[in-house]
């Protein structure tokens, strides 16, 4: 993973999306193309035991792919304000995924979504603090994605995000 997130961090890195979406990806669990309304922006429990094709239990490498996310959130944060939207997007996905400092990773997707232009981009910051929010047990979170989605004067596409964070 620190190998990943760094050509994902990586200025001259051609493949930065794709780097970061391995993060990503291999820092949730796999539901084997069942999802429920209730798992959809949740990680599984921890006594949740599934084993990955290679024989090892698939909660150790998602935990350690959360660590290394979380060991590297300095390298990650900046991409928020980076100039390609799909970096952006892809850098809220992945510290989505993060262990700890949910504080300071909510703090900077509220600051992007306050700034962010690109409607794609922002229905990724809503739902990524949703699912931050979901991860950490975050009930102020709760609310406001509730009242998001409630807002009329909010764009389509935080308050359809918004939705369904609050609804999952």
């Known amino acids: 993973m620190p190998f990943l997130i760094r050509i994902?961090?990586?200025p001259g890195s051609s493949h930065r999306v794709e780097a970061l979406g391995v993060v990503a990806e291999a820092a949730r669990m796999r539901h084997q193309g069942v999802c429920t309304r209730e798992d959809m922006l949740r990680f599984r429990d921890d006594d949740e035991w599934s084993v990955e094709v290679t024989g090892h239990p698939q909660n150790w490498s998602v935990q350690a792919s959360r660590e290394?996310?979380?060991?590297?959130?300095g390298l990650l944060l900046p991409l928020l304000d980076d100039p390609d939207p799909a970096v952006r997007i892809a850098a809220a996905y992945v510290l989505a995924a993060a262990l700890d400092r949910a504080q300071d990773i909510r703090t900077a997707l509220h600051s992007r979504l306050n700034t962010e232009d690109d409607p794609a981009v922002r229905a990724a910051l809503v739902l990524a603090i949703a699912q931050l929010?979901?991860?950490h047990r975050h009930e102020p979170t709760v609310v406001w994605a509730r009242d998001c989605w409630a807002d009329p004067a909010r764009p389509a596409e935080v308050r359809v995000s918004a939705?369904?964070?609050w609804r999952c």
């Not at 290394?68 to 959130?73: L, Q």
């Open 163 to 165: 939705a369904l964070g």
């Open 68 to 73: 290394a996310i979380t060991t590297d959130t």
């Open 8 to 10: 994902g961090t990586g």
């Open 133 to 135: 929010g979901g991860a």
